[in-house]
Structure formats: C-alpha cells, structure tokens
T-cell receptor, first 113, second 107 residues
C-alpha cells in the first residue's frame, strides 16, 4: 500500500541529547514537510523540501535540522538547542510543493525525560 | 503570515444533527484544505478546495476565495465524525493551519 510511515511512534529524549525522527513515503511525491503540534493547537511548519537535496526553513526551524538525500526519505533531528521539544511531530508529502493535497503520516510523540 | 481563524472552537452535537464549520483567512491563497484529526492524532484530508464547492458523501465544502472564507458542512453526524477539524491555507511560499474545531458527536 502507498503511504507515509513515521517511526518511532513514541520517543523519549534526555537532556542534551539529539534525537532523529524518521519519515518515509512511497507515493513518489516530490515535496515533503515536517510539522509540530502542541496540545490544543494547530500545526506549525518546521521545515519543508521541494526536491531532493533541497530544503527550506518554516516558521519554527530553530533547534531542528533535516536532510533530503533520497526522494522517499526526510528525517528530522531534534537537537539539544530545542529547549521545549515535547510535542507531536507530523510528516507530510504532496506531489509538488503546496500543490494539491498533503498526505500525513501517523506522527511521532516526543517526550523529554 | 496568513491568519487563519476557525469557528466555533468547540461543538457538541447529538448523533444525526447537521453542522457548519467556518474558516476565515486574512490573505489570498492558492491552496485550501480541510482535514479531520482522529483521537489517535492521524490527519485525514477531507477536501482540497481553493475555490468552489465539493461534496463527498455526508460532507461538503464551499470556499469563497474573493471573500476569504470556507465552510465545511457535516450532515447526519455520526459518532465517528468526532475529532478535530482543521482548515489549512497556503500561498506560494507557506502553509498555515487554523487552531481547529473540536467536534464531539454524542450517541
């Protein structure tokens, strides 16, 4: 089946630790996105990528980093510089950037120990 | 950035009732989507509707781009319709979500 997978489902981070969230899609989409959702809030854009080897900052990129070495993969690293990382992280993809429908993965819940 | 306001923030319905959710946005957009987030956090796209009217079963949506608003209609609501409904809009550079309407359909 085509779709977007995210792993892990839950992730625990210790103080000062970098953690990486995985996002994979087999929809052959060019564009991929990372969003953060805090309780009771809408989604906010962290990073997006329109094409392989290219990515741009969203509204809340500080403390995060990404890479896009393959079309199907867009991992997000939450660095120790992100002081409030506890949130629900959602990955999405679309055929082209901001065109047509965005499809979302099931999300990763990140908790700080 | 574009401001996206959704109303009402909370809605409680009896099963079988109809409802209308509203999304107002502050600037011209070329992308507008409605999503349903279920209690487990999964976001499902309902409509891609930058303008015009679309229907899918008991759901329909209308966007009046010139007046910068969109409406989502839910008819004959079911308990499985419960969750949070988000409106998201975009222009050529960014994509913005509203804070959502939390719907609770009671049996």
């Amino acid at each position: 089946d085509g779709g977007i997978t995210q792993s892990p489902k839950y992730l625990f981070r210790k103080e000062g630790q970098n953690v990486t969230l995985s996002c994979e899609q087999n929809l052959n989409h060019d564009a991929m996105y990372w969003y953060r959702q805090d309780p009771g809030q809408g989604l906010r854009l962290i990073y997006y990528s329109q094409i392989v080897n290219d990515f741009q900052k969203g509204d809340i990129a500080e403390g995060y980093s990404v890479s896009r070495e393959k079309k199907e993969s867009f991992p997000l690293t939450v660095t120790s510089a992100q002081k409030n990382p506890t949130a629900f992280y959602l990955c999405a993809s679309s055929i082209w950037y901001l065109q047509e429908t965005q499809y979302f993965g099931p999300g990763t819940r990140l908790l700080v120990l | 950035g574009i401001q996206v306001e959704q109303s009402p923030p909370d809605l409680i319905l009896q099963e079988g009732a109809n409802s209308t959710l509203r999304c107002n946005f502050s600037d011209s957009v070329n992308n507008l989507q409605w999503f349903h987030q279920n209690p487990w956090g999964q976001l499902i796209n309902l409509f891609y509707i930058p303008s015009g009217t679309k229907q899918n079963g008991r759901l329909s949506a209308t966007t009046v781009a010139t007046e910068r608003y969109s409406l989502l209609y839910i008819s004959s609501s079911q308990t499985t319709d419960s969750g949070v409904y988000f409106c998201a809009v975009g222009n050529f550079n960014k994509f913005y979500f509203g804070s959502g309407t939390k719907l609770n359909v009671k049996p």
